[in-house]
């Protein structure tokens, strides 16, 4: 997913204080030294992160049109790094409703995109899996809208790479657990659908 993928706010403004270059030199943290500097704070951080990962996504999609849905992608995402689940709890994690999401599961089965597994928890149930052709068509995708914004990065050194490639493994680290709160929030309004911002995944 590109929220998955390259975030260029936190890039901008996260700093590891002991990045290596690929000389393998110790490059020294480019957080000011001033004492009379201050760090972002987190939340401003967390809405630049959020504001910037959108542009990202919508200059990718306009970069690279589809006539996928984005919803169409998030499923997949959803499935490829998530595993099989029932509809309903497919629907809110791809934030769409029920209705909208039998429809696009219906589609993605036509297309052999997505395959039907039995539920352990229940016999009379089934969940939705990712079946090689969806899996392989997300991959394909995601490749081609890393291809579309490459040009917008090149040039960057081993320093800044490697700042992006950290930056992406905290928020990969933090989002895999989901807080207390954030859990209780989220199950509100999470069968609500909200608006499409281009990339979907």
């Known amino acids: 997913m590109l929220i998955d993928d390259v975030s260029l706010s936190v890039a901008e403004n996260l700093s590891v204080a002991e990045n290596q ?32 990962t959108h542009r990202l996504t919508r200059l990718a999609a306009q970069a690279y049109p589809n006539s996928e849905s984005p919803a169409v992608w998030r ?31 219906r589609n993605l089965d036509s297309v052999d995109w997505i395959r039907r597994v039995a539920d352990t928890d229940d ?8 079946a090689p052709l969806g899996e392989q068509a997300l991959t394909e995708w995601r490749s081609r809208l890393a291809d579309v914004l490459v040009p917008y990065f090149e040039g960057l050194d081993a320093i800044d790479l490697h700042s ?19 859990s209780r929030s989220g199950s509100a309004s999470a069968s609500e659908s909200v608006p499409d911002d281009g990339a979907g995944a």
């Open 164 to 182: 992006m490639q950290r930056a992406i493994q905290i928020i990969q680290e933090r989002i895999a657990v989901r807080p207390e709160s954030a």
């Open 75 to 105: 499923t997949l995402s959803v499935l490829t790094s998530m595993g099989p689940m029932r509809l309903g709890e497919l629907a809110k994690h791809s934030r769409v409703s029920q209705p909208t999401m039998t429809k696009i599961v």
């Open 21 to 52: 270059s690929a000389s393998g030199k110790r490059v020294e943290s480019t957080v000011p030294a001033n004492p009379g500097a201050t760090v972002p704070e987190l939340h401003e951080l967390l809405g630049d992160l959020i504001s910037t």
């Open 123 to 130: 016999a009379r149930a089934w969940q939705i899996a990712a």
